[in-house]
Antibody, heavy 120, light 107 residues
Framework: QLQLHESGPGVVKPSETLSLTCTVSGGSISNSFYYWGWIRQTPGKGLEWIANIHYSGSTYYNSSLKSRVTISVDTSKNQFALKVRSVTAADTSVYYC????????????WGQGTLVTVSS | DIQMTQSPSTLSASVGDRVTITCRASQDISRWLAWYQQKPGQAPKLLIYKASSLQSGVPSRFSGSGSGTEFTLIISSLQPDDFATYYCQLYKSYSWTFGQGTKVEIK
């Protein structure tokens, strides 16, 4: 059974870089049919797509975050990662990693989410 | 960027009610729309993809319809397990956007 698990610091200081890793188990990140992505949710608010990546290295970014965000993949570790630079309090969110179906563009498997708080 | 407008933001209903949630896209997205259910403290769960296809394991009381710019999620007979927040999500040209969400509350 496919599982995704987010890991990373729970607190990041303002102006620093937020770094998260998603470890995929029960399936290969190199399956060409799927994409892998990050979505965040501000406490009490809605969902915001951040970025997606294919194992081949193709990347796709939310235009509103593109200047501060990098997504990467490590097929040898079956992981993909997110970096958000120059964070502010507005980046405080629950960050989810997810698998995206290549045919229908939907998130069919999600991690449990990890809360990242931006605070000094 | 394509905008999604989801309504209503909150809905009060009773067990057994028929519930309708709507999403409107700012431009034609064909049938590239999905619906998710989210309960407090949990990740979203995929219910419907390609506007009207039911994800495996999802009860048949959930259905989706629409194409182009207007889409609907219907719960034919609301069950206690269905009280949650529902989100639509569009996919077009390698861009993904979520609606603002509809919280279904107990009346």
């Amino acid at each position: 059974q496919l599982q995704l698990h987010e890991s990373g610091p729970g607190v990041v200081k303002p102006s620093e870089t937020l770094s998260l890793t998603c470890t995929v188990s029960g399936g290969s990140i190199s399956n060409s049919f799927y994409y892998w992505g990050w979505i965040r949710q501000t406490p009490g608010k809605g969902l915001e797509w951040i970025a997606n990546i294919h194992y081949s290295g193709s990347t796709y970014y939310n235009s509103s975050l593109k200047s501060r965000v990098t997504i990467s993949v490590d097929t040898s570790k079956n992981q993909f990662a997110l970096k958000v630079r120059s964070v502010t309090a507005a980046d405080t969110s629950v960050y989810y990693c997810a698998r995206l179906d290549g045919d229908y563009g939907v998130c069919d498997h999600w991690g449990q989410g990890t809360l990242v708080t931006v605070s000094s | 960027d394509i905008q999604m407008t989801q309504s209503p933001s909150t809905l009060s209903a009773s067990v057994g009610d028929r519930v309708t949630i709507t999403c409107r896209a700012s431009q034609d997205i064909s049938r590239w729309l999905a619906w998710y259910q989210q309960k407090p403290g949990q990740a979203p769960k995929l219910l419907i993809y390609k506007a009207s296809s039911l994800q495996s394991g999802v009860p048949s009381r959930f259905s989706g319809s629409g194409s182009g710019t207007e889409f609907t999620l219907i719960i034919s007979s609301l069950q206690p397990d269905d009280f949650a927040t529902y989100y639509c999500q569009l996919y077009k040209s390698y861009s993904w956007t979520f609606g603002q969400g509809t919280k279904v509350e107990i009346k």
